[in-house]
């Protein structure tokens, strides 16, 4: 199940914030919206890493030293 981030949020503060036993929803569709939203902040926060860390080696590379052509056009 592949959330948008709106349905992240929805999902987290209905489910976090009142008894399921109360309510009219099915605890079982209220638990798998919890674990889906869980799962794809787990897979977002993994691409969030994964971005940081090519930006880091991108920046790096670019303030690396250049090494200047010594052949002549001539």
Known sequence: MNLKQEELVKALRFCGKH???TCQC???ECIQMVYAAADQIERDQKEIEALREENER????LFEPHPVPTTSTL
Not at 58 to 61: A, F, Q, S, V
Request: glycine share 10%; charged share 40%.
């Open 19 to 21: 008894e399921c036993i």
């Open 26 to 28: 099915d605890i079982g």
């Open 58 to 61: 991108l920046t790096r590379r």
